[in-house]
């Protein structure tokens, strides 16, 4: 079972982290200004929790599958999630398998598959996480932020905690998130469910073609759900600390 945390009472919100994190990253946010009961969930192999799939078809069906064993085992009906990178792409799956979740925010992440380049990149971070899991994180984290310089405290906390995933999870993990599929098509079916946030400062995906994939699917509601935080990289949670509780209370 994966391990998680509940605090608040009233509705659920269901927290994901992101890729190379865990729980902690929520201890950014003053989330006990959001009145509902939050649910945060370590993804497999992340934090306190283990990676017990099948390594031969890496698969963020898997990640999901779990999650939802977390909300069976706590008889939790409706719910809506804030993923973090990795954990909105879980987020998406169980959007589209669960009639009880209603509202996913994108906290930095996207919607579409992987191009050809991005592909080949997670190739590589599968391949170096057993060659050289120091030299990737060193690299890797600091990349996230818009700022590196004002953040070195922030990055070393970083660095620490991802020392601690096994090269196995994060070759899984970039395995699986290589396979996922395109949302934009469930996406656009209802976009009134669906919230981004995005740094401008982000490096791995550009605001420009944010706006580019999102325009002709949100069309009218772009700039009601399509939320844009200026001199923020790939951690808005950190960098803009603010900006993004404010945009959580005004969803919730």
């Not at 009145?35 to 099948?54: D, T, V, W």
């Amino acid at each position: 079972m994966l391990n998680y945390s509940i605090s608040g009472e009233g509705n659920s919100l269901v927290f994901l982290h992101g890729f190379l994190e865990s729980n902690t990253m929520w201890d950014h946010l003053k989330l006990e200004l959001l009145p509902y009961q939050k649910i945060f969930i370590e993804l497999p192999g992340h934090g306190r929790s283990r990676l017990l799939a099948n390594s031969v078809d890496p698969s963020l069906a898997y990640f999901a599958d779990e999650v939802k064993g977390i909300l069976a085992f706590l008889n939790i009906e409706n719910f809506s999630i804030i993923g973090h990178s990795l954990g909105a792409y879980v987020a998406l799956i169980l959007k589209e398998q669960l009639l009880e979740c209603e509202k996913v925010v994108l906290l930095n992440s996207n919607f579409w598959s992987d191009d050809e380049q991005k592909k080949k990149d997670r190739l590589r971070v599968a391949e170096i996480a057993f060659k050289a899991k120091k030299v990737f994180i060193n690299e890797a984290i600091p990349n996230l932020f818009g700022k590196v310089e004002l953040y070195s405290g922030e990055i070393a906390e970083l660095k620490e905690e991802a020392m601690k995933i096994k090269p196995e999870t994060i070759a899984y993990s970039a395995l699986a998130m290589r396979q996922r599929k395109d949302f934009s098509s469930m996406i656009a079916e209802n976009p009134s469910d669906f919230y981004i946030i995005h740094g401008d400062l982000d490096r791995l995906v550009t605001t420009e073609f944010l706006i580019q994939k999102s325009t002709p699917i949100f069309l009218d509601k772009l700039n009601t759900h399509v939320f844009l935080i200026i001199n923020s990289g790939h951690m808005a949670h950190i960098e803009a600390r603010e900006q993004v509780l404010q945009i959580l209370v005004s969803l919730f």
